[in-house]
């Protein structure tokens, strides 16, 4: 007789092998920094929500009042700088984890993700005849190279710039100043050379990259990513390519949501525009599949969120699960990715990426069979609860049904790999407050 399954013992041994991998150093790096910014992040989504309500009355009097452009500013300033804070995160992780002071590494690390950051862009003028002329502007940085487009580029600048410069203080490169010297005076001294040999090693790729079609290095970190994805196409085959792709770019901090509908865009809009046309006519849309894509993307976060509040054991996510539902209920993922992580989470990594495949694959088999209401093809907002969405959708009440269980089906999928997660939260909890006693 087969001896009984102990779950416990799993987990503990799960557990077990993945806190070795969480706690490499760049790793334990990388996911300290992103916490360290959910607040951030967290804040802007707030405004983001309460500036998007897909209320009609609302939206007209967050347009007429100039309310909603007031509320656009903290939300372009968490969204379009957050490359910035998480260089500065990062290198203040990286400075911490070698037992050096982060200020200086930080600064160095934020100059050196300037220096391959390009210096011009598109820019769209109104004249005082009301024309609009579209060119290139010199002498200015691009908002999109420090929003999300830049956050991979941010990562990779942030650990090497700061290890460099941290490399080079320790092998004593400095300039040493007498012990007279005030301290603040000493220490601008000191960051002189390993800063400044820092700088060269990036105006070298800077230069390197000017030499190539790409440009810059920004251009092509996403032109090698996109170029596979082009070769989709407007079936199952490719809305899945599109699912998975997001995701699994989004867990190794490139924004999958960008890349994917650069290389996508084209399709979404001719497939959008069949089946508006074929709901125009009163026929079935042709292309399910595409309608759906957009709305199964983000419906596995609110399953996630609410297995945090039902079963969360560990203060951290305890407290967490709290901060994440608002956003998460209005299917927003950027506090949930950060605040999480779930940026290069080993654990969470396979619901992650399986839950839009699961909820597309579904929902499509669903509305194939007749079980639930076939979308219509009117344009939804995703912003809102995934059940209303489908309600929207589809105009029945089967597709708000069928969107309360698609949340439950996905509360199904992260709950053993949020357990491990959790697990291992309550054992560093018990291990942080059995060296507080100690002290």
């Not at 190279?145 to 203080?169: D, E, H, K, P, V």
């Not at 996630?304 to 993922?333: E, G, H, N, R």
């Not at 654990?347 to 979308?375: C, E, N, Q």
Request: charged share 10%; proline share 5%; hydrophobic share 55%.
């Amino acid at each position: 007789m087969a001896g009984k399954f102990d779950f416990s013992a799993t987990i503990d041994t799960v557990s077990e092998k993945l806190t070795k991998f969480t706690k490499l150093r760049y790793i334990k790096v990388i996911t300290n920094a992103f916490m360290s910014i959910a607040a951030l992040s967290i804040a802007g989504s707030i405004f983001s929500l309460i500036k998007s309500l897909p209320i009609p009355v609302w939206q007209t009097f967050m347009t007429n009042s100039g309310i909603g452009d007031i509320l656009s500013i903290p939300v372009s300033v968490t969204s379009d700088l957050i490359a910035v804070f998480v260089i500065l995160a990062i290198a203040n992780e990286v400075a911490k984890s070698f037992n050096e002071k982060p200020f200086a590494p930080a600064i160095i690390a934020l100059g050196s993700f300037m220096i391959l950051t390009p210096f011009s862009g598109q820019a769209q003028v109104i004249t005082a005849e009301g024309e609009t002329i579209i060119g290139t502007a010199l002498n200015v940085i691009p908002l999109g190279s420090l929003g999300a487009r830049g956050i991979f580029l941010a990562m990779i600048a942030g650990i090497l710039a700061s290890r460099i410069y941290i490399a080079l203080i320790k092998k004593g490169i400095t300039i040493k100043m007498p012990g007279s010297v005030p301290p603040a005076v000493g220490q601008m001294f000191e960051t002189m050379i390993p800063g400044g040999l820092t700088f060269i090693v990036f105006l070298i790729l800077r230069q390197v990259f000017s030499l190539t079609p790409f440009g810059t290095m920004q251009n092509f970190i996403y032109t090698i990513i996109q170029t596979p994805l082009m070769n989709a196409t407007a079936n199952m085959g490719g809305a899945l390519l599109y699912s998975i792709a997001s995701k699994v770019l989004w867990l190794f901090g490139i924004h999958g949501g960008l890349v994917t509908y650069a290389a996508f865009g084209s399709i979404m809009k001719t497939t959008g525009a069949a089946n508006a046309s074929a709901f125009a006519a009163g026929e079935i849309v042709p292309h399910l599949e595409w309608g759906l894509v957009t709305g199964m993307t983000n419906v596995g976060i609110l399953g996630l969120t609410l297995v945090m509040i039902i079963f969360a054991k560990s203060k951290q996510y305890k407290s967490l699960s709290k901060l994440f539902l608002p956003t998460s209920l209005f299917c927003i993922t950027e506090p949930i990715v950060f605040g999480f992580p779930l940026i290069m989470n080993p654990i969470m990594a396979v619901p992650f990426v399986l839950s839009p495949v699961i909820s597309l694959l579904s929902t499509t088999a669903v509305m194939s069979i007749g079980l639930v209401t076939p979308i219509t093809g009117a344009q939804i907002s995703t912003t809102i609860p995934t059940p209303i969405y489908l309600a929207l959708a589809n105009s029945s009440i089967s597709g708000f049904i069928w969107g309360l269980v698609l949340v439950v089906i996905n509360m199904a999928l992260y709950f053993p790999f949020f357990l491990v997660a959790d697990h291992m939260a309550c054992k560093q909890e018990a291990e942080n407050e059995a060296a507080e006693a100690q002290q």
